[in-house]
Nanobody
Framework: QVQLAESGGGLVQAGGSLRLSCAASGLTFSIYRMGWFRQAPGKERMFVGS????????SYADSVKGRFTISRDNAKNTVDLQMNSLKPEDTAVYYC????WGTGGRYDYWGQGTQVTVSS
């Protein structure tokens, strides 16, 4: 089992920045990839970006590419999502999730989510 806990959400003005953090605990050696997703009211959950646990290769949705950066802190077993140049359309609940080795990249573990609100 892997437990995830997000932190760092809040209210920010358009053009501002926020940094979200996801702390992983439990069987962290089994993590293949950690992803960030978001869900806005009335919309489906969408992929934001991901980082491979072993080689820290990252991937981003086109809508956030160049504005958001995912990084990993090995010592703390945390993955951060640095969000710059925020737009009102970035408003959503942000979730981190984990895909374990051997699952083909399927995200089986999810955090509780943290609210990000960007005012215009």
């Amino acid at each position: 089992q892997v437990q995830l806990a997000e932190s760092g959400g809040g209210l920010v003005q358009a053009g501002g920045s926020l940094r979200l953090s996801c702390a992983a605990s439990g069987l962290t050696f089994s993590i293949y990839r950690m992803g960030w997703f978001r869900q806005a009211p009335g919309k489906e959950r969408m992929f934001v970006g991901s980082i491979n646990w072993s080689d820290v290769t990252t991937s981003y949705a086109d809508s956030v590419k160049g504005r958001f950066t995912i990084s990993r802190d090995n010592a703390k077993n945390t993955v951060d999502l640095q969000m710059n140049s925020l737009k009102p359309e970035d408003t959503a609940v942000y979730y981190c999730a984990v895909a374990k080795w051997g699952t083909g990249g399927r995200y089986d573990y999810w955090g509780q989510g943290t609210q990000v609100t960007v005012s215009s």
